[in-house]
């Protein structure tokens, strides 16, 4: 699937209990991509999910390990058309 780095940049949405960091800038495959669009966001136990489109028209789902922050993708559409 390629190299991945953290997203460098995150926005956060504050609750009482929970601050979720949303992904703004990845790196996938050597080539560094801006976040256009957040398309939805889910949690999971252990994960928190992103699906985002990237400023070069791709689809991106990437996953957040909640316990040690570490970001992955886990599915990548160049046409820009995942689910």
């Not at 999910?49 to 570490?70: M, N, P, W």
Request: proline share 6%; with cysteine; net charge positive.
């Amino acid at each position: 699937m390629g190299s991945f780095a953290k997203p460098s940049k995150f926005g956060s949405n504050a609750t009482p209990a929970i601050v979720e960091e949303t992904p703004r800038r990845f790196s996938f495959d050597g080539r560094t991509s801006e976040v256009a669009e957040v398309l939805n966001a889910w949690l999971a136990p252990d994960y928190r999910y992103f699906k985002v489109r990237g400023d070069d028209g791709a689809c991106y789902i990437l996953r957040s390990d909640a316990l040690t922050g570490r970001w992955a993708p886990t599915m990548f559409d160049r046409s820009g058309a995942i689910g």
